[in-house]
């Protein structure tokens, strides 16, 4: 069973700083990673897709890499502005056994970013 | 413009008292699944639509169910509401099952009385 796990649970950072997030997965037989961005009491809007291929995709101020072998993907964020708080999520989509595959979210680092 | 369109935004029903969440789609992808959030949980997957092929997670409650009349429309019926169903219900779409990115709704946020 796949399990995804984010740290920190919860950051709060002054604005203008650099900031990396955390995803951790324990099963590398992945398709992709992908990371969202969720206001609250809002849906999620995706930032960033990474292929199992690949090792790291940009967006701007994002940047998402991808260590498949050792179960890690980082989110960096430049530059955080105060419109960056929200709630961050990682997603997993991974190989089931006899065929298809999963989506699994881990449950999310909520950012803050201060005046 | 919004291109998952879920309605209504918020909804409040009874205990036991059947409710249908609608969701929307002018991407015209194939693949369409609803979600469950609960409140500081990550989402999870009830079941999702390949065209009309309707795939049920394992540990779905028999309670809800779905219907996919058309590409563009999927619905979420709760026939018998519990206190325990109160979430936020997330609409997604994608292209394709495998590599293909999500494409979420605004979600409807449910409260059972």
């Known amino acids: 069973k796949q399990e995804v796990t984010q740290i920190p649970a919860a950051l709060s950072v002054p604005e203008g700083e650099n900031l990396v997030l955390n995803c951790s997965f324990t099963d590398s037989a992945i398709y992709n990673l992908q990371w969202f961005r969720q206001d609250p009491g809002k849906g999620l809007t995706s930032l960033l897709l990474?292929?199992?291929?690949?090792r790291e995709q940009t967006s701007g101020r994002l940047n998402a890499s991808l260590d498949k072998s050792s179960g890690r993907s980082t989110l960096y964020i430049a530059a955080s502005q105060p419109g960056d708080s929200a709630t961050y999520l990682c997603?997993?989509?991974?190989?089931?056994?006899?065929?298809?595959?999963?989506?699994?979210f881990g449950t999310g680092t909520q950012l803050k970013v201060e005046l | 413009d919004a291109m998952v369109i879920q309605n209504p935004r918020y909804q409040v029903t009874q205990f036991g008292k059947p409710v249908t969440l609608s969701c929307s789609q002018t991407l015209n992808h194939n693949v369409m699944y609803w979600y469950q959030q609960k409140s500081s949980q990550a989402p999870k997957l009830l079941f999702h639509y390949y065209d009309k092929d309707f795939n049920n997670e394992a540990d779905t409650p028999d309670n809800f169910q779905s219907r996919r009349p058309n590409t563009s429309f999927c619905f979420l019926d709760i026939r018998s509401p519990g206190l325990g169903d109160a979430a936020m219900y997330l609409c997604?779409?994608?292209?394709?099952?495998?590599?293909?990115?999500?494409?979420f709704g605004s979600g409807t946020q449910l409260s059972v009385l």
């Open positions: 997604a779409t994608s292209r394709d099952r495998g590599s293909e990115k999500l494409f």
């Open positions: 990474i292929q199992s291929s690949q």
């Open positions: 997603a997993v989509r991974r190989v089931l056994t006899g065929g298809g595959n999963k989506l699994t």
